[in-house]
């Protein structure tokens, strides 16, 4: 019904940039929050940043002033833009999106298959 696709993920050196994507596709009649997540080998997944519908933001503190989520409702597409990248931040990043699929209907949680990032020099 709804598909989540990551894009934008691969390997950079210890201070730089990296810009993700996620296209929501499918049965969509409205989207709530989009989030993103990642997990690192060994490790739970963990909320990084969220956006509401109206733009509101939340993000974990270990991003906090370094990565910037937005999102494009009209292209129903969230980014999550990342600077002053540090190795720790390896991990496979997931975006999920609160769906609803037609009016009335409750929204439900939606997840992409996630995308690498690496930060080693």
């Known amino acids: 019904q709804v598909q989540l696709v990551e894009s934008g993920g691969g390997l950079v050196q210890p201070g730089g940039s990296l810009r993700l994507s996620c296209v929501a596709s499918?049965?969509?009649?409205?989207?709530?929050?989009m989030d993103w997540y990642r997990q690192a080998p060994g490790k739970e997944r963990d909320l990084v940043a969220t956006?509401?519908?109206?733009?509101?933001?939340n993000y974990a503190g270990s991003v906090k002033g370094r990565f910037t989520i937005s999102r494009d409702n009209a292209k129903n597409t969230v980014y999550l833009q990342m600077n002053s990248l540090k190795p720790e931040d390896t991990a496979v990043y997931y975006c999920?999106?609160?769906?609803?699929?037609?009016?009335?209907?409750?929204?439900?949680?939606?997840w992409g298959k996630g995308t690498l990032v690496t930060v080693s020099s």
């Open positions: 999920k999106a609160s769906v609803s699929v037609w009016r009335g209907t409750d929204y439900m949680d939606y």
């Open positions: 499918g049965m969509i009649f409205s989207i709530n929050s």
């Open positions: 956006i509401s519908n109206s733009g509101s933001t």
